[in-house]
């Protein structure tokens, strides 16, 4: 049966960049305008690694959400090797600290300052398993000779799948999960490991970026994989299993830094996210379990309240249109293009159903 209007309660982003200064500024009003929070990601220049600076740096972003617009940064910090456990904890304790942030030194976009030697953070793991705080890991090896389409399935078997069993009670959430591997593993182990999904990695494979010619916008980190691994991720996100949930990873860079010789990975899809994840699941048949990968699911893991406010939706006759780009100084960040026409648009409403 096919459905042209649907509410929901309104959505949460559980793996976001917004940068900082001119770029936050120029970003942070597409995230606030479709979701009600955000986990908000620490890989700054330098990197949010202590409780101090994640506090200052939330102040920063709620000094630019636009007039209007009810949005809650919720903050990480980037785990190093001199993560010091009672920051972590205080931070925690207080409120503000949502998450730690694992990233292999050199997996991605400002990960310098990761994590080289893991043994050295197993304390602070077992402190984070204490209390609860969810680690979330960039799932990749960093070796030069693991091929990247392998990375992934490298890191739970050498990296991630020791770390919990040395930690077994530490919650987890493997961010931007790209691989059937990936998904298999989750679903293989108990309930305090999740994964978050990208809108792009349900919508692109290894071609986008790579046929007829090289499409920098398409290039991200993890990058996407073959179809069968898209085809997991789409079974995954659409199930409705509290497992998997939302988050973006909208990831904005200039295009001028984007299409170099050495282009930044990244996509930004926070304008026209929620769009296409309604594509996506009424083309899988699924509408009814896009508020639970959306709006429910990363909730429960978090343990913190659903959001009361709803979102209606509605399928119009003609595509949405959105900007190609948006300015940001003297550049542009280019927008996803899912590659097809966009019909699903959404507005708040009062109402709890249609
Ligand atoms: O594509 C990506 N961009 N993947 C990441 O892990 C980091 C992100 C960024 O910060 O640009
Ligand atoms: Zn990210």
Redesign the pocket.
Known sequence: MSVSQFVMRRPDDWHL?LRDGHMLGAVIGHSSANFARAII?P?LVPPVVTTEQAAQYKQRIISRIPAGHEFEPLMTLYLTEETRIEDVKAGAQSGLIKALKL?PAG?????DSGVTDFDNVIPLLESMAEIGLPLLV?GEVTDSDIDIFDREAVFIERVLHPIRNRVPDLRVVM??VTTSDGVDYVLSQGDNIAATITTHHLIINRNAYLVGGVKPHY????VAKREEHRLALVAAATSGNSKFFLGT?S???LDGAKISACG????YTSINTLNCLAHVFEDNDALDNLECFASLNGPAFYRLPVNEERLKFSRSDEPVSFPEQISVQNDHVTVFDPGFPLFWQHEPTNALEV
């Not at 997996?107 to 990960?111: C, G, K, L, V």
């Not at 290039?219 to 993890?222: F, G």
Request: aromatic share 8%.
């Open positions: 960049h990601m890989n990233y997996a991605t976009t400002n990960s960039h961010e931007h290039y991200c980190l993890p990873d990831a904005p860079h930044c990975a990244g996509i």
